[in-house]
């Protein structure tokens, strides 16, 4: 049974196996001290009315099963029955009691009961948490598994029983359904199959003893006992008479509970009732209680032993009499009642399984039906052993059919909802075994299917809702990052939460999306399956976004998630091929083992001690930030020490168009949409930012309102620094002043031209910014020239377009040389953007075409060098396949020349004229580094003086190096600034070399040894690697001797 159907079937049950019992006992002991000619006094009649209240309706759940019949009313029957028997062991024994001279009154009759019932449960539960735990300790051991539960279930009977001197059975009715509840996944798919068969065998030799040895007694003592059925010669009659009122009391018991029974749990309608009433079967615990009756008559004087035979017989007999007319008529009820006919989609699918199968009965005589030594097979004689597809042969494709009026009938939708979810939890049954989830996720994915399973008929799929509570991002993040808290109270509050919401999601995926697949290659392109599938679709929406969230937010956790996923997998895959080996006769036992307990060994220490997530703290978050990583020490610190950090949920306004500028906004992870009333662009596709952003920079410069709205898009890690501390270290330090500027000048480059600079990452735009940039203050009366494919921001100040009627500027401003056609090439390619595409009422006001603008004002101007940025840009795509001085890889010196390869002296040579050649401001450079490199850049660097050093870019050492082999091959591995030049470029991965693991170099440098991967493109999770083959005109070859 699954646990989900007895919590909704839970109050049906205890009423049938609480009230039910009781009025069955009632029932049963009247009739049998008022009509029995045996002198019983209440308290025998009642005992043996306890005995038979106790169902077991083992032939009917499992018709049940057969047929296809509700699932709630198998759970109904079955479930009561297996209450029930609690409930009449602990009625037994309170009679039992007042049969052999014990006193009881009302008071200690209720005490007795809730002592004995609460107490049973009581030591249930605690067992069973007690072996849950310890089987968290057992690894891959399924003797040991089952070992365990045999030894709990014996061990708790005895202690409750005999120790407690409570319900033993009630103990252990209790321990199975904790196990059901908490324990189903911790049993993998052969040991969970192992365990079932076992326990399968264990009760069906328990039954069959039972059953034998009652009918040992009820032989032996109608053999033997002649006077008893000689002076009551019509106790087979009787029986037949005990029969009729069994029947009768459970009609009355389910008629007096119907009321309740039709609106608690599932409901229950008439035709369901009437099943319930003639699966009132009885069986091994009736049995065996009769007999424990017969062995205490032997020796009591309070019950003679007459009595105990004649308990024994009528209790056999009601047992037999219900298992031959009670269990082989209830088919017919069913038929009787239309509970067993198919609905047309169940139909429809059997159709075309029984299609399938002949296609693949057909496949395999093809494959099988002749070999070199036998010669062909006799198809016809293989047909007729076939039998079962037969009528299948000839008729079209149940695909192919014409679809019915009522195929949308609800019916038909919650049946293939119900077939949907059914295959989504055998697919997290898969995922748990291949690894993909633990058991805790398992757990809770399973109980959302069966909410939704269970909300099937009244709407569309919904298994996502039982999940929402699981998967968010926890509010208390920035209070656990302030740096009181343990780092590990942080790990496992935050990266915990996380970890599980990421399996969750990307389980719920992956689970539907193999669903959708198997359902429709089941009923094809049907109307309501295309209902169902788009309803599946829809459900996956929000987890696919809250892992693009934890993409951009925190990389790390999925990095994690993933690589435990993979271990898992690939040791699971050399535990099959060892496996494998030893099938095919290659390896002996003892080799077998050996390699086996190797990777069992590896296996155990990935789920005891799996990689754990590290996330940053937020000083060093704050310290890589391409703007404060950037600044002289002697202005950052006093910035740190007033910066805020905070985690902002989807759809937050970090601030508005209009208001007044209060502080900056510095994104760390996340992205942010930008839109407003005043601004808006039609061609902005992507108006977002992201990593390495400072956003509201320009409005504090500038003291005035903010320009447009900024609203986070996803899960936003960022800063907020108080717009008087801004200022106050602008003032500071003239070259501050012109970085922070600077900085103002690409947020607009994105807000007020992104046709041009929408798609171009952070690291690009800082590149031009500290490359191909030239920024001015000019005074009134000063002209200003627009060179040829140079784009230029008015930052603040009035400018006049030249000419006599020349239109006035205020900034902010993007001003654009005066040609039809503007072309500007950058990381993603060529753009055109035609004169008309920069007019309009929008944006009339914010792009403007002239080559000359007259100075009315003081002003400050940025020009960007698009030609020259162009050809870095280009430069770049070459050199991103050399490696530059420092990381080149190792090849031995006799290796030098090698076919496909460039001389080293080639990229020296390059190199150096770059180096030479670049003098860009010290401190754009250095956000350009942070902005790329992260902090993986030189930490020293902090210490030197912001104008006087040049800073060299910084080499990366987290990306894997490729050892020296002797063809060797060189390889590119993407980081941050090279993925995003690389995809815009649209560079495309071969696919040879994508699967190539290299070996990871290790660093000894403690500043380089953990990088953060807080890529800001659109690029995914996955490593490229990029195979560089040399151009032919560069080849050089060994002279012969």
């Not at 070992?147 to 407690?164: N, P, R």
């Not at 990593?691 to 903010?706: A, D």
């Not at 003098?919 to 912001?946: E, K």
């Not at 910084?954 to 490729?962: E, I, L, N, V, W």
Request: hydrophobic fraction near 40%; aromatic fraction near 8%; include cysteine.
């Amino acid at each position: 049974m699954e646990m989900h159907q007895i919590k909704r079937c839970m109050a049906q049950m205890l009423l049938l196996a609480g009230p039910g019992v009781l009025i069955s006992t009632f029932c049963l002991g009247t009739a049998l001290k008022l009509v029995f000619p045996y002198n019983w006094n209440w308290k025998t009649s009642l005992l043996l009315g306890g005995l038979l209240s106790a169902t077991d309706p083992v032939a009917v759940v499992a018709l049940l099963k057969e047929l296809g019949a509700s699932k709630k009313l198998s759970t109904i029957i079955e479930g009561e029955s297996l209450m029930n028997d609690g409930t009449a062991i602990v009625v037994y024994q309170l009679f039992v009691r007042m049969v052999l001279g014990e006193s009881f009154n009302w008071a200690a009759i209720v005490k007795f009961l809730a002592q004995v019932s609460v107490g049973a449960v009581g030591i249930g539960i605690a067992f069973g948490l007690a072996s849950v735990l310890w089987l968290g300790y057992i690894f891959n051991d399924t003797v040991i598994e089952i070992s365990l539960t045999l030894a709990v279930s014996y061990i708790a009977y005895f202690t409750a029983q005999e120790g407690a001197d409570v319900s033993g059975v009630l103990a252990v009715m209790t321990l199975g359904m904790f196990y059901s509840a908490a324990a189903r996944t911790a049993f993998k798919s052969d040991g969970q199959q192992s365990l079932h068969h076992f326990w399968e065998m264990v009760a069906y030799i328990a039954n069959t003893l039972i059953f034998i040895l009652s009918g040992v007694v009820i032989a032996e003592s109608v053999l033997s006992s002649d006077d008893i059925f000689h002076n009551h010669g019509h106790s087979w009659g009787y029986l037949f008479l005990l029969y009729v009122f069994v029947q009768a009391s459970r009609f009355v018991v389910v008629g007096s509970l119907y009321p309740l029974l039709r609106f608690l749990g599932y409901g229950l309608d008439w035709k369901e009732a009437a099943i319930l009433i003639w699966s009132g079967l009885r069986g091994a615990v009736a049995l065996s209680l009769s007999l424990s009756v017969k062995r205490i008559s032997d020796s009591s004087t309070h019950l003679n032993s007459a009595t105990g035979i004649q308990f024994v017989f009528f209790t056999g007999g009601i047992v037999f009499l219900t298992l031959i007319v009670n269990g082989s008529t209830t088919q017919f009820f069913l038929h009787l009642l239309d509970m067993d006919k198919l609905s047309p989609t169940k139909k429809r699918i059997l159709d075309y399984t029984k299609y399938e199968m002949l296609n693949r009965a057909l496949g395999a005589f093809g494959d099988l039906g002749e070999d070199e030594e036998l010669g062909p097979a006799d198809w016809p004689t293989v047909k007729k052993y076939i039998a079962s597809l037969n009528d299948v042969e000839g008729h079209i494709h149940p695909h192919d059919t014409t679809e019915s009026d009522s195929n949308l009938d609800p019916t038909n939708l919650k049946d293939i909802r119900i077939r949907l979810l059914n295959g989504v939890q055998a697919a997290y049954w898969g995922m748990l075994d291949e690894g993909r989830i633990t058991q805790i996720t398992a757990n809770i994915l399973m109980k959302s299917v069966e909410e939704a399973i269970d909300s099937a008929s009244h709407g569309p799929l919904c298994d996502w809702k039982g999940l929402k509570a699981n998967v968010h991002f926890p509010s208390y993040y920035r209070f656990l990052q302030s740096g009181v808290w343990p780092r590990r109270l942080v790990t496992y509050f935050i990266v915990g939460r996380l970890e599980s919401a990421c399996y969750i999601c990307a389980a719920f995926l992956r689970a539907h999306r193999i669903a959708r697949r198997k359902l429709h290659d089941f009923i094809g392109d049907s109307e309501i399956a295309s209902t169902v599938i788009s309803e599946s679709k829809a459900e996956g929406e929000e987890a696919r976004e809250f892992l693009e969230d934890v993409r951009v937010t925190f990389p790390e956790v999925l990095r994690v998630v993933k690589t435990r996923q993979v271990t898992y997998s690939v040791l699971n895959h050399l535990i099959d091929y060892v496996q494998h080996l030893e099938m095919a006769g290659l390896l002996e036992e003892k080799e077998m083992l050996h390699l086996q307990d190797a990777v069992q060994t590896d296996l155990k220490r990935l789920l005891r001690n799996p990689p754990l997530v590290k996330i940053p703290k937020l000083t060093d978050l704050i310290s890589t930030h391409p703007v404060l990583g950037a600044l002289p020490s002697t202005v950052r610190e006093p910035l740190e020490g007033s910066t805020k950090g905070t985690m902002k949920p989807r759809g937050v306004a970090l601030y508005k168009e209009g208001s007044k500028p209060n502080g900056v906004w510095l994104i760390s992870n996340g992205v942010v949409k930008w839109g407003g009333n005043h601004i808006r662009n039609k061609h902005s596709l992507h108006p977002t930012f992201t990593h390495g952003s400072t956003l509201g920079i320009y409005e504090v410069l500038v003291e005035k309102p903010y320009i447009c709205d900024m609203i986070t898009d996803s899960v936003v890690l960022c800063f907020f620094v108080e717009s008087d501390k801004i200022l106050s270290a602008a003032r500071s330090d003239p070259a501050v002043e012109d970085f922070l500027w600077k900085e103002s000048a690409i947020v607009l480059a994105k807000v007020l031209l992104p046709q041009i600079f929408e798609k171009m990452a952070m690291q690009d735009l800082r590149a031009l910014v500290s490359d191909r940039s030239m920024m001015g203050t000019h005074i009134r009366g000063e002209t200003i020239e627009l060179p040829h494919h140079s784009i230029g921001f008015l930052l603040e100040g009035y400018v006049k377009s030249h000419g006599l009627h020349g239109e006035l500027i205020t900034s902010p401003a993007a001003l654009l040389p005066s040609h039809g056609n503007l072309s500007f090439g950058h990381a993603n390619g060529n753009q055109s953007i035609q004169s008309e595409e920069l007019t309009g009422s929008k944006s009339a006001s914010f792009s403007h075409q002239r080559s000359w603008y007259q100075v009315e004002t003081r002003s400050r101007v940025i020009i960007f060098d698009m030609a020259a940025f162009e050809a870095d840009t280009a430069m770049r795509r070459i050199s991103s396949f050399v490696p530059h001085t420092g990381e080149h890889l190792h090849r031995p010196p006799s290796k030098e020349h090698e076919l496909m390869s460039w001389p080293d002296s080639f990229y020296k040579a390059k190199s150096q004229k770059d180096l030479e050649n670049r003098q860009p401001n010290s401190l754009s450079a250095r956000a350009m580094q942070l902005s790329i490199f992260g902090s993986m850049v030189d930490m020293q660097w902090r210490t030197r003086a912001s104008s006087s050093h040049l800073v060299q870019r910084s080499q990366s050492m987290s990306f894997p190096r490729a050892t020296s082999f002797k063809s060797h091959i060189l390889v590119s591995v993407k980081s941050e600034g090279s993925t995003t030049v690389r995809k815009n470029l649209g560079i495309k991965r071969p696919k040879s070399a994508s699967n190539v693991p290299i070996p990871l170099q290790q660093n000894t440098d403690r500043n380089e040894s953990h990088a953060l991967d807080d890529s800001s493109d659109e690029s995914g999770p996955e490593d490229d690697h990029i195979i560089r083959i040399d151009s032919p005109s560069r080849l050089s070859f060994r002279q012969a001797t």
